[in-house]
């Protein structure tokens, strides 16, 4: 493909998205968030205590395979959370802060709130459904009536899941490692190995990964984050004035600033939020259908959990480093604004530190999309009698090895619109089913409600 073909490929399809993810879908999804909050009377933020009692802080959520081989609830979430929890979560914040200014860190905390009502409905509606199937495919399937739209969702998230759970993400790996001098061929040769290490073991060999990976780097980023935010903590008031200000324009309308900064602000924070969740793409559905749990509500407060980890506090985190210690105002951008960030307590550590946790989140994200991906390709090829397509996924894995690495040594401007517009497929049809499915979806919640108060 020559360049300017090739130029010209990506401005189409530049344009469809432009036109696809405008402030109309932010809105859409919004709007989504709101109707399901008020449809389960706002479950996901008045039980949110119970939530994590029933999850993360419950005994025996950490165990490991069933004998039917299914997954522990911490192993979905894990692997989960190493799917969402890439690097939207360093450079995609600082991103935001970038474009939308600090309000829109208040923006992406609203989208976070809202969406988890969305993430919470759809693993309802998925453990309800799982015995169909696994994933959205089951409800859009069986709940719509729609075997053919569950067949473009499950297609949409296997062609994603080479742009945003790969490509994009070991390209993001390679440059990172760059600036500190090794070559892209020599960092995604690495990266490719390990992957076809682990994926070709399996999705279950993904999990255990995922089980291991994702705490350890979570623990480590937070504490590095909270030592920061401490050295700087007497700025947290102005910091969170700053934030609140901005988001309403009043900052903006005080400097003389148009309106069309503050629509910038709301856009890029919900977009912002959308795309570090996931909630209302239906992806986590894939993973937590595959454990041994019945209860709809019980996976759809680990999907809640999730959304709390991933944005409300790992993305919040970052967006305070940047802007208690200036960062923001230092000319950088992207992992850069983010090391100058850590550098003004870590100093020249600072570079190996954002790099090595930046490596480590992309790395979980391979995996964690992988596990997606091979969900999909196994609904699409799966045979009349329900066996596993074994050639399918055998190529799926080494076609995904391979992108791996090629991710790592390309430009992948037209990789990421590719991406961007799979993602809008899966939302849109996820959102639509979600939708039409809204009755049932509220009338567990209540019935599940009721559960808990007679409990108390």
């Known amino acids: 493909m020559n360049g300017q073909l090739y130029d010209t490929i990506c401005n189409i399809i530049a344009n469809l998205n432009n036109l696809l993810w405008g402030f109309e879908t932010v809105l859409l999804v919004f709007g989504a968030g709101i109707f399901f909050t008020v449809r389960i009377k706002c479950f996901n933020v008045i039980h949110i205590v119970h939530a994590f009692k029933s999850t993360i802080f419950k005994k025996g959520t950490t165990r490991k395979f069933s004998s039917k081989g299914s997954l522990s609830q911490f192993q979905a979430l894990s692997t989960a959370l190493a799917a969402s929890m890439g690097t939207g979560n360093i450079i995609g914040v600082a991103a935001a802060i970038s474009i939308g200014g600090a309000g829109a860190i208040f923006w992406m905390w609203v989208s976070a709130i809202l969406g988890s009502s969305l993430a919470f409905v759809e693993n309802v509606l998925g453990v309800k459904y799982k015995k169909h199937g696994g994933g959205p495919m089951a409800y859009i399937s069986k709940g ?3 075997p053919a739209l569950a ?13 945003i759970g790969n490509m994009t993400q070991t390209n993001a790996m390679s440059s990172a490692a760059a600036e500190l001098g090794v070559s892209p ?19 279950k060999k993904v999990a255990s990964a995922a089980e291991k990976l994702i705490p350890f780097v979570s623990v480590l980023y937070v504490a590095a984050a909270v030592t920061v935010i401490a050295v700087y903590g007497r700025n947290i008031s102005e910091m969170l004035m700053h934030i609140f200000l901005s988001a309403f324009g009043i900052s903006q309308i005080s400097g003389g600033i148009c309106g069309a900064v503050l629509k910038k ?3 890029t924070g919900l977009r912002r939020g959308i795309f570090s969740n996931e909630a209302g793409m239906g992806s986590s559905v894939l993973v937590h259908t595959e454990t041994e749990c019945d209860e709809p509500a019980v996976m759809g407060m680990w999907a809640v959990v999730e959304v709390v980890i991933d944005t409300l506090l790992c993305c919040t985190l970052t967006a305070f480093v940047i802007l208690l210690t200036g960062a923001d105002r230092s000319g950088a951008d992207g992992i850069g604004m983010v090391t100058e960030a850590f550098r003004s307590v870590s100093g020249s550590f600072a570079p190996y530190f954002t790099t090595a946790v930046t490596v480590i989140f992309a790395f ?47 430009q992948l401007s037209l990789v990421w619109e590719l991406a961007d517009l799979f993602n809008w497929f899966m939302l849109m049809i996820n959102l639509f089913a979600l939708i039409v499915l809204n009755r ?9 409600t009721k559960r808990i108060k007679q409990t108390k």
């Open 144 to 146: 719509l009536g729609s």
């Open 151 to 163: 067949a473009v969702y499950a297609a949409a998230c296997a062609l994603a899941s080479f742009g």
């Open 185 to 203: 061929f020599f960092s995604g040769a690495i990266i490719a190995l390990l992957c076809g290490a682990i994926i070709f073991r399996g999705s």
């Open 265 to 267: 602000s709301i856009s």
């Open 364 to 410: 979980c994200t391979l995996l964690g999309w992988y596990f997606y991906g091979e969900k999909c390709v196994t609904y699409i090829y799966r045979n009349g009698r329900g066996r596993t397509p074994k050639r399918a996924v055998f190529f799926y894995r080494a076609a995904y090895t391979l992108a791996a690495f090629i991710g790592a040594v390309l």
């Open 440 to 448: 049932e979806a509220a009338d567990y919640t209540k019935d599940y």
